[in-house]
């Protein structure tokens, strides 16, 4: 039974004098907050905090955590990042205390076996990507974007060269725009042709000696891999720019093919999408990048570097024309332990294909949940009375119908939208293409 009461807001739930604990007396001298924080930095008087009991703070959470979407309790949502179950073994290794209750500052001496871990990690992460540099520094993907960019914009001011644009596809990711703005580029949008990918004729006519990145996502949102990808890379290199590869869709093609060697010179991963990392909540949260050997010197420090011997240890700034460290005193670093127990510990790094083929497979080649969750919800809606009629242009669902004895094909014909009429319910969408109809018919 869900407990409404404690999903009331914690404001409505305060009374005066109420409190959730009671502090021993401080067996130090506390000096007074006055003393502490200077005048311009104080409020005039304390916030208006919420006043509640210990047991109503446990109760409100709780009941507020069963509306998430959880692995526990749901089927993920979430498809369009190739979004993956998340292991809890990985999560139990990370919260190991030689891990999770480390002091942010404690000296380098003391904490060897986790730069240990972040040492390995840089180099499966760059074994992976095919660019041998790697910062773990991005709090984020988005975090990791605008990192690699400001890495490009450091590496163009060394060389003399004012270049001023960013381009990317309109299929790009809406934090590709801002991470262009935010690092000082104007943004340019290159045109997708009716295939979903790039259109080459409008990439050319914007690619200029302004250009310093061309940001794409490899596969795309729309699920596709761009096979030009080579081409488009000299494309962009040979008016001296640089690939950038946004890596949302890594998981699908880890292990198949690297994007150093389809030509980016720069990379993030996403560790919630690819290594199993928790995802949202704001954190915690990584972004790794991955360079080419000539950005190296410009990525952000500290770096996790092997002394003479066997000592790790925290590189600071080498260079004047480093990027400023964009996270410098990291309070969680859960996400990077937990991929590195997914890549090393749980399949072994050269065997990372075996993700690709786990996340990729069960979609294209057994034709996926799609087809049966829909062949499981029409023989519902049959048993009700009701006709049932799908009308499909996939090509995975059209291959499930006609093969199918319980889908009775009706015709084919062009249109501008597809109708899935299941019961009452009917769901459109734009196509543009020839699409067949079947009717549902039931097991006699």
Known sequence: MRNLKSTTLLFELSQPGRRGATLPVCDVPVPSAIELIPAAARAASPPPLPEVAEPEVIRHFTNLSTLNMSVDTHFYPLGS????????????????????????????????????????????LAEISGLPAVSLQPAAGAHGELTALMVAAAYFRHQQQ?????????????TNPASARMAGFEFVTVKSNASGFVDLEDLAAKLDDSVAVFMITNPSTLGLFDRQVGQ???????????????????????????????????????????????????????????????????????????????EVRVQGSGTDDRTSSLNPEPRTLN??????????????????????????????QGLGIGPRLAETVAAAEVAKGNRVTITASHPSILAWC??????????????????????QRTIRCSTGRAVASFEFVPDQ
């Not at 999560?91 to 390995?120: C, F, N, S, V």
């Not at 790094?349 to 069960?362: C, D, E, G, H, Y």
């Open 81 to 124: 990042c190739t979004m993956k179950y998340n292991s809890k073994r990985n999560e139990r290794m990370a919260a190991l205390p030689g891990i999770a209750d480390l002091h942010p500052l404690a000296p380098e001496e003391t904490i060897q076996g986790l730069l240990e871990l972040l040492y390995e990690l840089q180099h499966m």
């Open 232 to 310: 488009i890379a000299k494309m962009v290199h040979d008016r001296g720019g640089l690939i950038y590869l946004d890596g949302a869709n890594m998981n699908a093609i880890l292990g198949i093919t690297r994007p150093g060697d389809f030509g980016a010179d720069m990379m993030h991963y996403n560790p919630h999408k690819t290594f199993s990392g928790p995802h949202g909540g704001g954190g915690p949260g990584a972004g790794p990048i991955c360079v080419a050997e000539k950005l190296a010197p410009y990525l952000p420090t500290p770096i996790v570097v092997r002394e003479e011997g066997s």
């Open 162 to 174: 004012p270049r001023t644009k960013v381009l990317a596809p309109d299929s790009a990711h809406g």
């Open 402 to 423: 006609s093969r199918s004895p319980r889908w009775k094909y009706l015709g084919l014909k062009k249109t501008g939208s597809t109708r899935q009429q299941l019961g």
């Open 335 to 364: 996400p990077l332990p937990i991929a590195f127990c997914a890549v090393l510990a749980t399949l072994g790094w050269k065997r990372t294909k075996r993700i690709t083929r786990l996340v990729v497979l069960p979609e294209f």
